[in-house]
């Protein structure tokens, strides 16, 4: 991907949510949810503080992330899909 964020900005691939219930009952595609979990496929440089100076990111490339259920804007890039948000709509980092 040729692709750089703005600022704040970073830009996420949604991971795919489970097509069965723990009950073992198939959720077809009409009634799925649009997971609200990714991984960050690339981040930009950080916002400017008040006197002009960057401030970095918390979030790095490679990290899995929560984020709201109406968070960013989706754009194709390369026949992908991604959702490019601002870091205060990301919610947590998911840890291993």
Do not use: C
């Amino acid at each position: 991907m040729k692709f750089r964020p703005l600022h704040d900005r970073v830009v996420v691939k949604r991971l795919e949510s489970d097509t069965k219930t723990k009950g073992g009952i198939i959720i077809p595609d009409t009634a799925k949810e649009k997971p609200q979990e990714g991984e960050i496929v690339a981040v930009g440089p950080g916002a400017r503080d008040e006197n002009g100076k960057i401030v970095a990111l918390d979030v790095k490339a490679g990290d899995r992330i929560l984020f709201g259920k109406w968070s960013g804007t989706e754009v194709k890039i390369d026949g992908e899909d991604y959702l490019i948000m601002k870091e205060s709509d990301v919610m947590g980092i998911i840890e291993a």
